[in-house]
């Protein structure tokens, strides 16, 4: 059973740091991109970043680009997010998807399986 488990969520100052995790299981890690995506209440989905297979490319989408940093270790079936300079504007609930055939190319629907999600919470 493919499964990806978020966790390292939580409420944080504004300026402070978290660093999130995706943990999978039931497929090969190293096989997929992984993407991070966020929303906000009542706001759209919003991809924020995406990295391939092997590591070796990663992607950040404008809003989070100098303070957001994915990495992935395969061996621990892991995927990260390492957020600095939070602001209130990152409240969201974050999570992470494995990326369908086009990977880190597709947009959120090409996305094929998704985490619970975990909260994040900035307080200014």
């Known amino acids: 059973q493919v499964q990806l488990v978020e966790s390292g969520g939580g409420l944080v100052q504004s300026g402070g740091s978290l660093r999130l995790s995706c943990t999978a299981s039931?497929?090969?890690?190293?096989?997929?991109?992984i993407g991070w995506f966020r929303q906000a209440p009542g706001k759209e989905r919003e991809g924020i970043s995406c990295i391939s297979s092997s590591g070796g490319n990663s992607y950040y989408a404008n809003s989070v680009k100098g303070r957001f940093t994915i990495s992935r270790d395969n061996a621990k079936n892991t995927v990260y997010l390492q957020m600095n300079s939070l602001g209130p504007e990152d409240t969201a609930v974050y999570y992470c998807a494995r990326g369908g055939p086009t990977g880190c190319a597709g947009y959120g629907s090409s996305f094929d399986s998704w985490g619970q999600g975990t909260q994040v919470t900035v307080s200014s």
């Open positions: 039931g497929f090969t890690l190293d096989h997929y991109d």
